[in-house]
């Protein structure tokens, strides 16, 4: 799309439609092109006819067959396709046969095709002229009764060159690889002979002749044995030659000679071209058996724990007891929800050079497939446009075809600072992707390069780098004075608003009602690089906003994307990353396209999540900021099960699965359908006949419009068995349904239909202007699905929960991808208060989904989510509620120093053996974990501190909050974590900002402090018999000290001082619950203290 760089707004509901000096490209011409094909029968080459093109003789599913195997099947045999079973049609100059139509002189495949009923059509043939329809009215369209669009007889209808183009594995450059109906293997696309005879004539009988001389014709078929024997020697005549290809270095001669090897076409496809592009690394069997048999020691000695402790009240101390039995228990149930989703854990690798070898043949156009990226931002001066930009940069600047990718940035708050920034940025790239690309430098965000602490010139031999390096770095730096400069004029709004460039006024002057807004920066034919090059499309986006309606945040942001990204670019695939993540690998999008396109298990894929990784966090990190157990623990674990969750950001998806569409599922085997019963069942027996009479009457019926993809082999397109597309269900699907779920834009249902992505060549940008305009229009969502079948699912601030969640309900599976240099970088919150504000955000998100009908625990039965996922999933919801228990449990330490009361009896010799293999139980488990995830004792130990600290606050405020929004209909807002830094090396670290989150941990803090000092004054008082007793207390009260270790320097800060404020607060909320105590203390006797006699005479 061309808006030759000007700013597209407007408002669907309104009317309004803003199109600022810009022009209408040229329609876009196809060229229509065949080649040569083998037939699969008696390996003869299918001739071309005298229209010049290639013999096609079934049009379902093209099976390559020449054409006197064609007229001898139809004559002879069933009159059927060996790969698809459907009837073969008469050709035009082939005899009639018994069952053909009536109709003289016609050609049955001409006819085939009847654009005034979609039927007929594939899922993207079928989707473009509906699109065709909408946007070219008076172009000589219209629509029959039922309202699908067809084309005037009249007339020459555009679409008539849009049927799809049978290729048969030569692709012209001119051709997109969304026309092509039936892609074959480049291993079926030559043959070593030639028909002689010319078969114009029908009047010549053809002489039948056996396909193999030396087999009965009559007996000779696909599914017979004949025919599994010769798929056999045709598998072994490749192995052979893959075999003298990886030994040829020892041959010297052979059979094969070394021109011969390397011309043989089907080389490619035997060797690498044919692996599976990625591969499972299981855990070795010597880390991961003793972990399992860790597990249930300790679910064993857990058993024998609770029946130690419910058996052995505290008499004195009931309430103490029995208060801290139950959360016990309560712990051990998390335990289970977080443990046993990590039995399965495995890990992944890629092969990028396969991935080449498959989709990128030297001399022809990529055929990887297209990737649009989502950038979302809310406000620059929170998220400061510097970081922005470097991440739309690295974008740019990827490893990948640069017609293949398109940057789209949600600009949420319709701020003109990011408008100006994206421009800016825009011209830097014109420098900036080419300097990448030429010395293939890591990472391609300019401002973690330039600052990179490494020896820059390794593995650099150009001699020009140093000096061009140096330039780059000059112009970076004058690119950071404009964009600083921009920030400097944002601070103050003028009175009257921003007004553009030319004076016109900025549409987004009032951030709560504006149109929306779109800017295509780069993209179009008048920009390129700074060396001619092509670069990515860069689309500015801002959705219409207006009092009354609900824009649900980032989820509602994410949704509009999706939309106008499907009106203009309309990629298969989709990558979102939060403003802060840039692209640290640039071979990022081909590691999950080793995963979304393996031919193999890449249809059932919905999304391949990274793990995110972080800067500018200190060495220690003391809050457990890159949450390392959690990326290399958990999910992991997640990965051998259904897939991990979707974080939010960092994640490939393919758009079918966000459109809710269920996961393809295969064919039950012949074998599995009805034998469940011995064949002497009358009643099974009976019922088994019926059903199968019944299955093959449906096959019959049944039409199968398969694509097959270019890279499957011919044999596993007979074996995979998929039914039919998830687009061939909706195209079959009223029009007013498909409204009803997706919205009335014509355009976007047309393009949900096409899976492998793509735009019709016949449609004018400013049609499709308009179209973008309307999909992101504040009303465009009312009575659809938007939100709760379709796209990122609403109800909850942490959407990415609940998406993932939906998928994974639909049947789909996702994967955890983690290569060798980390896919994304981004800053995270190193302040202590900014870091509770965050986890209470999350804690919030998981709370309300807990009150909603998505709650795992009830929701998703009967689809296709793997039991132990649902434990995950249960687990990351249920998590805010161990709050309550946690800040109980971590009171009893204070309360027993106090009081003198403790919450076990005296200790017998049992107990301290199940004590002792509890704690040893858990040790070996974090041991065992730390080994096959990789995580060191640090990162280890930071996360069980801030498991306490943000459980007790953060997650304590979280359960509240949710309850009053869920429960009371108030309202909470969360704030945006800061993404920038001041200047000096983790120096926010140490700032301290006031947040009520701070006041809970810090009065456990105080009150546990004072319980040890108070515990030991009384040991002191009372002599050397207290001792004992008192250490079982002393040991629990110094187990929260150290949880609470962290926090407490953060409160110190640099300055090693506590701020006054908090002081002030902690103590008073102290002193007020310990005079409580005193005034109350529940667990003392109501007839006052036991007193006893000394037994000493004091006379």
């Given at each position: 799309?061309d808006?030759?760089?000007?700013?597209v707004?407007?408002?669907?509901?309104r009317n309004?439609f803003?199109l600022?000096n810009a022009d209408?490209n040229?329609?876009?011409?196809?060229?229509?092109e065949?080649?040569?094909?083998?037939c699969?029968?008696?390996e003869?080459?299918?001739e071309?006819?005298?229209?010049?093109e290639l013999?096609?003789?079934?049009n379902?599913?093209a099976?390559?067959?020449?054409?006197?195997?064609?007229?001898?099947?139809?004559?002879?045999?069933?009159?059927?396709?060996?790969?698809?079973?459907?009837r073969?049609k008469?050709?035009?100059?082939s005899p009639?046969?018994?069952?053909?139509?009536?109709?003289?002189d016609?050609?049955?495949l001409d006819?085939?095709?009847d654009y005034?009923?979609l039927?007929?059509?594939?899922?993207q043939e079928?989707?473009?002229?509906m699109?065709?329809?909408h946007?070219?009215?008076?172009?000589g369209?219209?629509?029959?009764?039922?309202?699908?669009?067809?084309?005037s007889?009249?007339?020459?209808?555009?679409l008539?060159?849009?049927?799809p183009l049978?290729?048969?594995g030569?692709e012209?450059s001119?051709?997109?690889?969304?026309r092509?109906a039936?892609?074959?293997p480049p291993f079926m696309?030559h043959g070593?002979?030639?028909h002689?005879?010319s078969?114009?004539d029908?009047?010549i009988?053809?002489?039948?002749?056996?396909?193999?001389?030396?087999?009965d014709?009559?007996?000779?078929?696909?599914?017979?044995?004949?025919?599994k024997?010769?798929?056999?020697?045709?598998?072994?005549?490749?192995?052979?030659?893959?075999?003298v290809?990886?030994?040829?270095?020892?041959n010297?001669g052979?059979?094969f000679?070394g021109?011969?090897?390397?011309?043989?076409?089907d080389?490619?496809m035997?060797?690498?071209?044919?692996?599976p592009l990625?591969r499972?690394l299981?855990?070795?069997?010597s880390?991961i058996n003793?972990y399992?048999?860790?597990i249930?020691?300790r679910?064993?000695?857990l058993?024998?724990?609770?029946?130690y402790?419910?058996?052995?009240?505290?008499?004195?101390?009931?309430?103490l007891?029995?208060?801290?039995?139950i959360?016990?228990?309560w712990f051990?149930v998390?335990?289970?929800l977080?443990q046993?989703?990590?039995?399965?854990?495995?890990e992944r690798?890629?092969?990028?050079?396969?991935?080449?070898?498959r989709y990128?043949?030297?001399g022809k156009p990529?055929?990887?497939?297209?990737?649009?990226?989502f950038?979302?931002?809310?406000?620059?001066?929170?998220?400061p446009?510097?970081?922005?930009?470097?991440?739309?940069?690295?974008?740019?600047?990827?490893?990948?075809?640069?017609?293949?990718?398109?940057?789209?940035?949600?600009?949420?708050?319709?701020?003109?600072?990011?408008f100006?920034?994206?421009?800016e940025?825009s011209?830097?790239?014109?420098?900036?992707?080419?300097?990448?690309k030429?010395?293939?430098?890591?990472?391609r965000?300019?401002?973690?390069y330039?600052?990179?602490?490494m020896?820059?010139?390794?593995n650099?031999?150009?001699?020009?780098?140093?000096?061009e390096?140096?330039?780059?770095?000059?112009?970076y730096?004058?690119?950071?004075?404009k964009?600083n400069?921009?920030?400097?004029?944002?601070q103050?709004?003028?009175e009257d608003g921003?007004t553009?460039?030319?004076?016109?006024?900025?549409p987004?002057n009032?951030?709560?009602?504006?149109?929306?807004?779109?800017?295509?920066?780069?993209?179009?034919?008048?920009?390129?690089?700074?060396?001619?090059?092509?670069?990515?499309?860069?689309?500015?986006?801002?959705?219409?906003?207006?009092p009354?309606?609900?824009?649900?945040?980032?989820?509602?942001?994410?949704?509009a994307?999706?939309?106008?990204?499907?009106?203009?670019?309309n990629a298969p695939?989709?990558l979102?990353?939060?403003?802060d993540h840039?692209?640290n690998?640039?071979?990022a999008?081909?590691?999950a396209?080793?995963f979304?396109m393996?031919?193999?298990s890449?249809k059932?894929?919905?999304?391949v999540?990274?793990?995110?990784r972080?800067?500018?966090?200190?060495?220690h990190?003391?809050?457990?900021n890159?949450n390392v157990?959690?990326?290399d623990?958990?999910?992991?674990?997640?990965?051998g099960l259904?897939?991990?969750i979707?974080v939010?950001?960092?994640?490939?998806?393919?758009?079918?699965?966000?459109?809710?569409y269920d996961?393809p599922?295969?064919?039950k085997?012949?074998?599995?359908?009805c034998?469940?019963?011995?064949k002497?069942?009358?009643?099974?027996?009976?019922?088994?006949?019926?059903?199968?009479?019944?299955?093959?009457k449906?096959?019959?019926?049944?039409?199968?419009?398969?694509?097959a993809?270019?890279?499957i082999?011919a044999?596993?397109n007979?074996?995979e068995?998929?039914?039919?597309s998830?687009a061939?269900?909706s195209?079959?699907m009223p029009?007013?349904?498909l409204?009803?779920?997706?919205?009335?834009?014509p355009?976007?249902i047309?393009s949900a239909?096409?899976?492998?992505g793509?735009v019709?060549k016949n449609v004018?940008?400013?049609?499709?202007?308009?179209?973008?305009?309307?999909v992101?229009?504040?009303?465009?969502?009312?009575?659809?699905e938007?939100?709760?079948?379709?796209?990122?699912?609403?109800?909850s601030?942490?959407e990415?929960?609940l998406?993932g969640?939906?998928?994974?309900c639909h049947?789909?599976?996702?994967?955890?991808?983690?290569?060798?240099?980390?896919?994304f970088?981004?800053?995270?919150?190193?302040n202590?208060?900014?870091?509770?504000?965050?986890v209470?955000r999350?804690?919030?998100?998981s709370?309300e989904?807990?009150?909603?009908?998505?709650?795992?625990?009830?929701?998703g039965?009967g689809?296709?989510?793997?039991?132990?996922?649902?434990?995950?999933?249960?687990?990351?919801v249920?998590?805010?509620?161990?709050s309550?228990?946690?800040l109980v449990y971590?009171?009893?330490p204070?309360i027993?120093?106090?009081?003198g009361?403790f919450i076990?009896?005296?200790?017998?010799?049992?107990?301290s053996l199940v004590?002792?293999?509890?704690?040893?139980s858990?040790?070996?488990?974090g041991i065992?974990?730390?080994?096959?995830?990789g995580?060191g004792?640090?990162?280890?130990w930071?996360?069980?501190?801030?498991w306490?600290?943000?459980?007790?606050?953060?997650?304590l405020?979280?359960?509240?909050?949710?309850?009053?929004?869920?429960?009371?209909?108030?309202?909470t807002n969360f704030?945006?974590?800061?993404?920038?830094?001041?200047?000096?090396?983790f120096?926010?670290?140490?700032i301290?900002?006031w947040?009520?989150?701070?006041?809970?941990?810090?009065?456990l803090?105080?009150m546990?402090?004072?319980?040890?000092?108070v515990?030991?004054?009384?040991?002191?008082?009372?002599?050397?018999?207290?001792?004992?007793p008192l250490?079982?207390?002393l040991?629990?009260?110094?187990?929260v000290?150290m949880?609470?270790?962290p926090?407490?320097?953060?409160?110190?800060?640099?300055?090693?001082?506590?701020p006054?404020?908090?002081?002030?607060?902690?103590?008073?909320l102290?002193?007020i619950?310990?005079?409580?105590w005193?005034?109350?203390?529940?667990f003392?006797?109501r007839?006052g203290?036991?007193l006893?006699?000394?037994?000493?005479?004091?006379d």
């Amino acid at each position: 799309m061309d808006t030759r760089g000007r700013l597209v707004a407007g408002s669907h509901n309104r009317n309004e439609f803003i199109l600022i000096n810009a022009d209408e490209n040229g329609r876009i011409k196809s060229v229509k092109e065949l080649s040569g094909q083998m037939c699969q029968i008696c390996e003869d080459e299918v001739e071309i006819t005298v229209d010049g093109e290639l013999f096609v003789a079934c049009n379902e599913c093209a099976f390559p067959v020449c054409r006197p195997c064609y007229e001898y099947e139809r004559r002879e045999g069933n009159q059927a396709c060996p790969q698809c079973k459907t009837r073969y049609k008469r050709l035009k100059g082939s005899p009639r046969v018994e069952g053909d139509e009536e109709e003289d002189d016609i050609d049955d495949l001409d006819n085939e095709f009847d654009y005034g009923n979609l039927n007929g059509l594939g899922p993207q043939e079928g989707a473009e002229a509906m699109l065709s329809s909408h946007l070219n009215s008076g172009r000589g369209y219209h629509s029959n009764a039922s309202g699908i669009p067809a084309v005037s007889a009249h007339k020459t209808s555009p679409l008539s060159s849009e049927i799809p183009l049978l290729t048969y594995g030569e692709e012209d450059s001119e051709i997109s690889s969304d026309r092509h109906a039936l892609i074959v293997p480049p291993f079926m696309a030559h043959g070593n002979g030639s028909h002689s005879a010319s078969f114009s004539d029908p009047s010549i009988p053809l002489q039948p002749r056996p396909m193999v001389p030396k087999k009965d014709i009559a007996v000779y078929g696909y599914g017979s044995v004949a025919w599994k024997d010769r798929m056999e020697d045709w598998k072994k005549r490749q192995n052979d030659k893959l075999q003298v290809v990886k030994h040829q270095g020892d041959n010297d001669g052979g059979n094969f000679g070394g021109n011969e090897i390397d011309d043989d076409p089907d080389l490619p496809m035997m060797d690498e071209g044919r692996q599976p592009l990625s591969r499972k690394l299981p855990i070795p069997s010597s880390k991961i058996n003793p972990y399992r048999m860790i597990i249930i020691l300790r679910l064993v000695i857990l058993g024998l724990f609770f029946h130690y402790r419910l058996l052995h009240p505290v008499k004195d101390a009931y309430g103490l007891w029995l208060t801290s039995v139950i959360c016990e228990i309560w712990f051990a149930v998390s335990w289970i929800l977080d443990q046993f989703p990590k039995w399965y854990p495995i890990e992944r690798e890629t092969y990028l050079e396969r991935l080449s070898l498959r989709y990128e043949k030297e001399g022809k156009p990529s055929e990887l497939a297209s990737v649009d990226v989502f950038v979302s931002t809310v406000d620059p001066l929170k998220e400061p446009p510097l970081i922005t930009a470097n991440t739309v940069l690295s974008i740019l600047a990827v490893d990948y075809p640069v017609d293949k990718v398109a940057c789209y940035v949600s600009d949420d708050g319709a701020a003109m600072l990011t408008f100006e920034a994206l421009s800016e940025t825009s011209e830097f790239a014109r420098k900036w992707v080419p300097f990448c690309k030429k010395f293939n430098i890591e990472p391609r965000a300019p401002e973690w390069y330039f600052s990179q602490k490494m020896d820059y010139l390794k593995n650099k031999v150009h001699p020009t780098f140093v000096r061009e390096r140096r330039a780059m770095k000059r112009e970076y730096e004058e690119f950071k004075v404009k964009i600083n400069a921009l920030v400097a004029t944002a601070q103050k709004v003028p009175e009257d608003g921003w007004t553009m460039q030319d004076g016109t006024p900025w549409p987004g002057n009032n951030v709560r009602d504006h149109p929306g807004m779109i800017q295509v920066f780069l993209g179009h034919s008048d920009v390129c690089d700074v060396e001619g090059n092509e670069l990515p499309r860069l689309i500015y986006v801002s959705r219409e906003k207006r009092p009354g309606f609900d824009h649900h945040k980032k989820a509602g942001a994410m949704n509009a994307l999706v939309r106008v990204s499907a009106v203009i670019s309309n990629a298969p695939y989709l990558l979102n990353v939060d403003c802060d993540h840039y692209i640290n690998n640039s071979k990022a999008l081909r590691e999950a396209m080793c995963f979304m396109m393996d031919p193999t298990s890449g249809k059932k894929v919905c999304y391949v999540q990274f793990p995110q990784r972080f800067d500018g966090i200190d060495r220690h990190d003391r809050y457990s900021n890159r949450n390392v157990v959690f990326f290399d623990i958990n999910m992991k674990g997640l990965d051998g099960l259904q897939g991990p969750i979707y974080v939010g950001t960092g994640c490939v998806f393919r758009k079918q699965a966000l459109y809710g569409y269920d996961a393809p599922a295969k064919k039950k085997s012949p074998s599995k359908t009805c034998n469940c019963w011995p064949k002497w069942c009358c009643l099974c027996c009976g019922s088994r006949k019926d059903k199968n009479a019944k299955t093959k009457k449906e096959k019959k019926k049944k039409s199968k419009h398969r694509e097959a993809s270019k890279q499957i082999h011919a044999l596993e397109n007979i074996e995979e068995g998929i039914n039919e597309s998830n687009a061939e269900k909706s195209l079959s699907m009223p029009q007013m349904k498909l409204e009803k779920k997706f919205g009335q834009s014509p355009v976007f249902i047309a393009s949900a239909h096409m899976e492998n992505g793509g735009v019709p060549k016949n449609v004018s940008p400013a049609s499709l202007l308009k179209e973008a305009i309307q999909v992101i229009s504040c009303g465009y969502e009312d009575k659809t699905e938007w939100g709760k079948e379709v796209g990122w699912i609403y109800g909850s601030v942490t959407e990415d929960i609940l998406t993932g969640f939906k998928m994974h309900c639909h049947g789909w599976r996702s994967v955890y991808c983690i290569p060798k240099r980390p896919a994304f970088k981004g800053s995270a919150p190193i302040n202590l208060s900014d870091r509770l504000h965050q986890v209470l955000r999350w804690a919030l998100g998981s709370v309300e989904i807990f009150l909603s009908r998505h709650c795992p625990i009830w929701y998703g039965y009967g689809g296709g989510l793997n039991w132990l996922e649902r434990f995950s999933y249960i687990n990351s919801v249920v998590y805010p509620w161990t709050s309550i228990p946690l800040l109980v449990y971590c009171t009893l330490p204070a309360i027993c120093l106090l009081t003198g009361q403790f919450i076990v009896p005296e200790i017998s010799n049992y107990a301290s053996l199940v004590f002792m293999a509890l704690f040893i139980s858990i040790a070996a488990t974090g041991i065992l974990e730390m080994q096959w995830g990789g995580v060191g004792i640090d990162d280890w130990w930071r996360n069980e501190q801030f498991w306490v600290i943000g459980g007790v606050s953060s997650h304590l405020f979280a359960l509240i909050q949710g309850l009053l929004k869920v429960l009371g209909g108030v309202s909470t807002n969360f704030t945006v974590t800061s993404k920038g830094a001041d200047d000096g090396e983790f120096s926010e670290l140490y700032i301290f900002k006031w947040t009520s989150l701070l006041i809970p941990p810090t009065t456990l803090l105080i009150m546990n402090i004072v319980g040890v000092v108070v515990g030991v004054s009384d040991a002191i008082n009372n002599g050397y018999d207290s001792w004992g007793p008192l250490f079982g207390r002393l040991f629990f009260a110094f187990w929260v000290i150290m949880h609470l270790y962290p926090f407490l320097k953060g409160l110190l800060g640099k300055q090693d001082r506590m701020p006054t404020i908090i002081l002030v607060w902690s103590i008073l909320l102290a002193s007020i619950l310990t005079l409580m105590w005193v005034r109350i203390n529940p667990f003392v006797s109501r007839d006052g203290p036991v007193l006893e006699v000394c037994g000493l005479n004091c006379d």
